[in-house]
Structures are given as C-alpha cells and as structure tokens.
C-alpha cells in the first residue's frame, strides 16, 4: 500500500466507483472528486455508490454516469444486502476510490475486483481492501476528499462543488417565486436555522432578530426559509420572534433539496448554520454566511465570496455535541453584528 503516483494508461481506464454514501453536504461536496476524474479520464464512466437520500444532489451532474443509490428500507436482510453489494462491486471497475470508511464502503472494497482500489489511511480492518492509500489531508473539505487521487497525479484546484439544475427546475422555480410575490425588485437571502447539533444551531430567535434588523434597513430584501423532513416547526419559531414576517417567505410545502439549490440560484446570499444547505449554495455560485459554534472554518469554501461568523469566546472551535456552558458561542453571537456583517458581505460581493 502506498502513496506514490500510479502510472496508468488513461485510454484503459473505462469504470470508476466513487463511494460517499452521506451525508448530503458531504456528498456536495464530494462534486469535484467526480468532475476531475471525468478530466483526467474522458473516456470513462464515473459511478457513485451513495444512500438515497443524497442522489438529488447528483442527478443531472454530467460528469456521473450512474448513481447506485443505497435503499435501507429496501435491504431488509443480510441477504439482500449482501447480493447488493455485490452487484454494485462486480461491475468491472478499473479503479475505485473509497471517500468515507464505513462498513457497507468496506463491503464494497473487499468485493470489487478493480485492480486500483483508493482511500485514506485508516484502520487496518479498512486499510485491507484498498491497494493505495495516502494520509489523511487537513483543510477544506472538498480539498481532502480529491486528496485520495494524489495516486493518480490529480490535486485540488479550488474546483468547486457543483449542482447541475434542469431548464424545467429553473422554471418551476421562477412560478413558485411568483406565486410568492417576488418582484423584480426583490433580493432573495434563504435562510437555514436548522441542525441537528445545538452546538451548531444558531438560536431561532436570533435568526428572527437577525431578519427584523435586515428587513428594516433594506425593504427589498425577502427572506425564504429552508427546512428538511421533520423540521419545519422552525418556521413557527422565527415568525413568533419576528418583527417583519411580511419579509419572511415560507413555502408550502417546504422546497425539496434542488428547488432548494434553484432558489439559492436566484438569491444575493445564503445565510445559515453549518450543513448541506451552505454547501448548496457554493455549488450554485451563491455568496454564504455562516454562523459558526462549535465547528471551524475548515467547511467555508476559500473565496471572498463565502464567509462565517462567530463569538470571541476562547473554546470555540471545540468540536463538540455537549456543551457545559449552553452553548455560549452561538446564543450570546449578537444578532445585530451578525446583520451587520451579512450587509457588509453582500455589498462586498455585489459592488
């Protein structure tokens, strides 16, 4: 196993796998693994094993030929899984490369008879089914998962995340705006105050604040709230909190991942906490800010285009699910600075 630089003859490279089964942001931003093998392999088909809930995020990318999409619900038994598996493995693949080390990846590793098998040094019991592995690469995200294809003499050149809409997207996006009451006149902010992790949640009630203090030094400004499966009681939060619903935009029903990214598309700036939505964002070319607790800086994309926030507090990053200290980073990160900074931001990147 090791880390140099494989000779290859691209011209015999016909069928890659590249495995991100979740999350949705960390398959965004797994995008330009898939894009600069399709550069330095043209001829190739490019295969995504991925969970099912990520494959919006993949469809109509050019650079994907096929999505195998992970069912759970459909794999009721070791079996079934298994016979998956292995479908998906013995596809004659010529090379494949391992971005996350998780055990339905490790099945996928140890059955596929690619002869060039890629990952980052782990464990042993995942090291084994791989034939080149490098170390592990600090720094942005998208950065350390093209890091694996050093084997293949292929870097990071600040490639982007992509999101490829359809015609038809864009158009279904343009009716639901209208419906909205959007003009012409109007510059779109969307908003994610979701997340799991209170230590990356910004408190519903100062993204309220933060919306009352944009809404009231710009009227032109409109706000669409985002929310996955489940989380829609955060709507109810901001607009109690709120001194300008009338700003606020709430679709009914709430906009699916790529009416998420057309909309994004359409918008002056994505404001929110650390999850897929901010990567989404980057891949449609949006301006972002980002409200930072406990996480770094290492997922903000390094352009002067996306930025963060956060409290001078000294713990913070920490890393942390629990905080003995109630998340003092994000509930006392002022709302007036915040949209202070989110004005400057916009000006900065619209000027």
């Avoid at 158009?171 to 799991?196: F, P, Q």
């Amino acid at each position: 196993m090791t880390d140099s630089t494989l000779a290859l003859d691209s011209a015999k490279i016909k069928k890659i796998l590249v495995c991100q089964l979740r999350q949705i942001g960390d398959v965004m931003l797994s995008t330009p693994v898939a894009e600069l093998l399709a550069q330095k392999f043209p001829d190739a088909e490019i295969h995504y094993f991925t969970e099912k809930k990520c494959v919006p995020v993949l469809q109509n990318n050019p650079y994907i030929t096929k999505i195998w999409a992970l069912d759970k619900k459909e794999l009721s038994n070791i079996m079934k899984e298994f016979a998956f598996y292995k479908k998906v493995a013995r596809q004659g693949f010529d090379l494949m490369v391992g971005l996350q080390h998780l055990p339905r990846i490790r099945w996928i590793s140890y059955l596929t008879d690619a002869p060039v098998k890629l990952s980052y040094r782990s464990s042993w019991i995942n090291d084994i089914g791989y034939t080149h592995l490098i170390d592990a690469k600090d720094g942005y995200a998208s950065e350390s998962k093209v890091a694996i294809l050093a084997p293949l003499g292929i870097e990071w050149n600040c490639t982007t995340p992509k999101l490829f809409l359809t015609e038809e997207e864009r158009d279904a996006m343009s009716a639901r705006m209208k419906e909205w009451g959007v003009t012409d006149e109007n510059r779109l902010i969307t908003i994610d105050a979701t997340h799991h992790d209170l230590g990356r949640k910004y408190p519903a009630e100062n993204y309220a604040k933060v919306i009352s203090l944009l809404a009231e030094k710009n009227k032109d400004l409109r706000f669409v709230l985002l929310a996955g499966p489940g989380e829609e009681g955060i709507f109810d939060e901001i607009l109690d909190s709120c001194d300008a619903p009338e700003a606020v935009i709430v679709p009914s029903p709430s906009l699916q991942l790529r009416e998420v990214a057309a909309c994004q598309e359409r918008s002056v700036l994505h404001f929110g906490n650390c999850s897929a939505p901010r990567h989404m964002a980057v891949a449609m070319g949006t301006p972002t800010l980002v409200t930072l607790g406990s996480s770094s800086d290492a997922w903000c994309f390094p352009s002067d285009e996306h930025t963060t926030v956060n409290s001078d507090i000294d713990c913070v990053p920490c890393n942390n699910t629990t905080c003995s200290i109630g998340y003092k980073c994000l509930t006392e990160l002022d709302p007036e600075y915040v949209a202070d900074k989110i004005l400057e931001h916009i000006d900065s990147v619209t000027r």
